[in-house]
């Protein structure tokens, strides 16, 4: 299999690099990159974030990049959406009323419940639901890393690959045709985490 190149888009705000090192180490030729060309000629493409909502969404825009996202999603290559790159894919967040989502996954992004600390900062167990193909070879009760103090809620419930529990049931993973988005880090969660991006990668080269 051909190494595969996987553009990490480069919007210019937040800690980008750790996403694209985990994707090297995994086997891909990946570059944090806000070049148009290459994003479109990757095989694959990853939206990191970390931060607020409305400042991750503008500097989207302000890069030119949304309609890079929707392109490469409509275009079916495989998408992967990290922390607040998985909540930027939807319509809205309760963090900044006013700022249009992405929209590529119905829904709503919450505050977790006012009676558990925020943000979660800590290792929390998935339950998988369903065979999704990015967790091949996990345990059916992995570990990751998750940094948070809001969660996405799916209009349609057959999205969700993966929750955890944290005061209520949190959306850990989503699933929308060749898109991918998991709230927790896999590039801090060590084995499981890794194993994760070696799929996505897999994936990525077929």
């Not at 992004?109 to 009676?115: M, Q």
């Not at 996990?138 to 890393?145: D, G, K, R, T, V």
Request: glycine letters at 10%; hydrophobic letters at 45%.
């Amino acid at each position: 299999m051909p190494t595969p190149l996987i553009a990490v888009l480069d919007y210019g705000i937040g800690n980008l690099r750790s996403a694209q090192k985990a994707l090297q180490k995994v086997g891909a030729d990946a570059r944090l990159t806000n070049d148009a060309s290459l994003i479109r000629d990757a095989h694959a493409a990853v939206l990191p974030g970390v931060g607020n909502f409305g400042a991750c969404m503008n500097a989207v825009r302000e890069s030119g990049m949304e309609d890079l996202v929707h392109e490469r999603v409509d275009g079916g290559a495989p998408f992967l959406g990290i922390c607040v790159g998985m909540q930027m894919l939807f319509d809205s967040s309760e963090e900044s009323p006013g700022v249009a989502g992405l929209g590529v996954v119905s829904g709503a992004v919450r505050y977790l419940p006012d009676t558990v600390k925020r943000p979660q900062m800590q290792w929390n167990r998935l339950s998988l639901r369903g065979s999704d193909p990015l967790f091949a070879g996990l345990p059916a009760e992995s570990w990751m890393y998750f940094v948070h103090s809001l969660h996405c809620v799916p209009s349609d419930s057959s999205h969700v690959a993966a929750t955890t529990d944290y005061g209520c049931e949190v959306t850990a993973a989503v699933r929308r045709n060749n898109v991918f988005a998991v709230q927790f880090h896999p590039e801090k969660s060590a084995a499981d985490g890794l194993a994760l991006l070696r799929n996505f990668v897999n994936a990525a080269g077929r």
